[in-house]
């Protein structure tokens, strides 16, 4: 079955150390792979994609995530956490053609001490 | 700017009460999608459609409905029949399938 997991719900790290949130996929071929970041009570912000190419893809604020094939991973990454990095992330994967459907894993909520 | 509508922000409903969700995208987008979100329960996929007067049932679609007569409106009711309708609701669009899957800012609502 095609899934996604985040197997870490919660996480705190002190401000600027460095951050590594997991996301394991299930998959029938190489899917289109995004994380998302959602502030409370908002709507979800793409943070980075990987459709190809360099399996070390760089997203926005900071932030990159590393396509390990061999290991069906999707790591996201930051070397310095700020405080305002706090917030829910969450890992998906589509079908790169032929479906609509996206599947969600549900989400590594940030806890960043000052 | 471009980007994905949703109204009202937050919506109260007594039991019994169908109420009507508004997504509207200016994006050009053809796909457009329905979630809701429950604490620790990640997305699911209420419906979607991939162009204008056609739409899916996603995994949760029971007491659920919608519609796109334009392709830049895609609203959701939540009808009487759904048994635990408190939750936020998230809208989204992809310009075709697979590509990158934009979100609205979502809507509350809640049961009274």
């Known amino acids: 079955a095609q899934s996604v997991t985040q197997p870490d719900i919660h996480i705190t790290v002190s401000e600027g150390a460095s951050l590594e949130l997991r996301c394991n996929y299930s998959?029938?071929?190489?899917?289109?792979l995004f994380w998302y970041v959602q502030s409370p009570g908002q709507g979800l912000q793409l943070l980075l994609k990987?459709?190809?190419?360099?399996?070390l893809v760089q997203g926005i604020k900071g932030f990159e995530a590393e396509f390990k094939r061999s290991q069906s991973s999707f790591n996201l990454r930051k070397p310095s956490v700020h405080w305002s990095d706090a917030a829910e992330y969450f890992c998906a994967v589509g079908a790169t053609s032929g479906t609509y459907k996206y599947i969600f894993g549900t989400g590594t909520r940030l806890k960043v001490l000052a | 700017d471009g980007g994905i509508t949703q109204s009202p922000k937050y919506l109260f409903r007594k039991e019994g009460q169908n109420v009507t969700l508004s997504c509207e995208q200016n994006?050009?987008?053809?796909?457009m999608y329905w979630y809701r979100q429950d604490p620790g329960q990640g997305l699911r996929l209420i419906y979607y459609?991939?162009?204008?007067?056609?739409?899916q049932k996603g995994d949760i679609a029971e007491g659920y409905s919608v519609s796109r007569e334009k392709k830049e409106s895609f609203p959701l009711t939540v009808t009487s029949a759904q048994k635990n309708p408190t939750a936020f609701y998230l809208c989204?669009?992809?310009?075709?399938?697979?590509?990158?899957?934009?979100f609205g800012e979502g809507s509350w609502l809640t049961v009274v």
């Open positions: 998959y029938g071929a190489t899917p289109y």
């Open positions: 459609s991939q162009i204008v007067n056609d739409f």
């Open positions: 989204a669009s992809s310009p075709t399938s697979g590509n990158t899957i934009y």
């Open positions: 990987y459709f190809s190419g360099d399996t």
């Open positions: 994006l050009n987008h053809d796909a």
